[in-house]
Each structure stands twice: as structure tokens, then as C-alpha cells.
């Protein structure tokens, strides 16, 4: 009896110590993720314009997915880790945008292009 006892008990401390690493593991590829998407928006103001998001958010989306199913995260957790990874980049990029010091503060440029020689930007119905 009392070896039935201890095998137990063995069994429930290598249960418990299991999934503390198995947790462990998990929360580090979450912020990895996280941190990874958020230095990759963060790259991307500095160096494109914001047009690159339309390329960058479904790759992070992609990428992401494909890690956390291959480490055996099931739909109901890895889908609101992906969006995270999606929000933290874009706001990694809306900040990086911001503190550019290329950024003058004015879309106009962005909008529109550049002025044509009579000094005109080219807006349909505003310059006619």
C-alpha cells in the first residue's frame, strides 16, 4: 500500500512540474511573438510607408499561426495571441510613424503627392 501511496505521489509532483514548464514554454513563445511583431512594425515605419501594412499584417498573421500550431497551441488559444501579435505591430507602427523624425505631421503628402509646377496638388474637384 504504501508503494502505491509514493507512486502516486511521484506521479502528481511530475504532473505539477510538467506543466509549470509546459507553461513556461508557452508564455515565452507568446511574448516572443509578441515582441517579435512589435520590433517588425516598429522596423517598418522607420524604413516604409504605411501602404506595407497591407503586405506585413497577414505575414505576421501567417507566421504567427504557423509557430503556435507547431508548438501545439489549440484555435481557442493561439487565435487571440495572433491578434495581439496584429494589434502590437500596428501600433508598433502607428508610434514609430509618429516619433519619425522624417514625419512633418502633414498627410497631405501622403494623400496626394506632390504639387504639380502651378503649385496645384492633384484633388479632383478642388482645383477645377
Known sequence: ?????????????DLRRA?????SKNVTIAFTLL????LVGLATSLYFRV???????PLVAVL???????DGFSFATG???VVACLAFNQFAYLAGALL?????GSMAEEIDGLPDRRGE????GQNE
Do not use: K
Request: proline fraction near 4%.
Open 1 to 13: 500500500m504504501a508503494v502505491l501511496v509514493r507512486a502516486i505521489q511521484l506521479t502528481d509532483y
Open 19 to 23: 506543466l509549470r514548464s509546459n507553461w
Open 35 to 38: 515582441l517579435t511583431s512589435t
Open 51 to 57: 501602404w506595407t501594412l497591407m503586405l506585413e499584417s
Open 64 to 70: 504567427a499561426a504557423i509557430v503556435l500550431q507547431s
Open 79 to 81: 487565435a487571440p495571441i
Open 100 to 104: 519619425s523624425p522624417e514625419t512633418d
Open 121 to 124: 496638388h492633384n484633388i479632383r
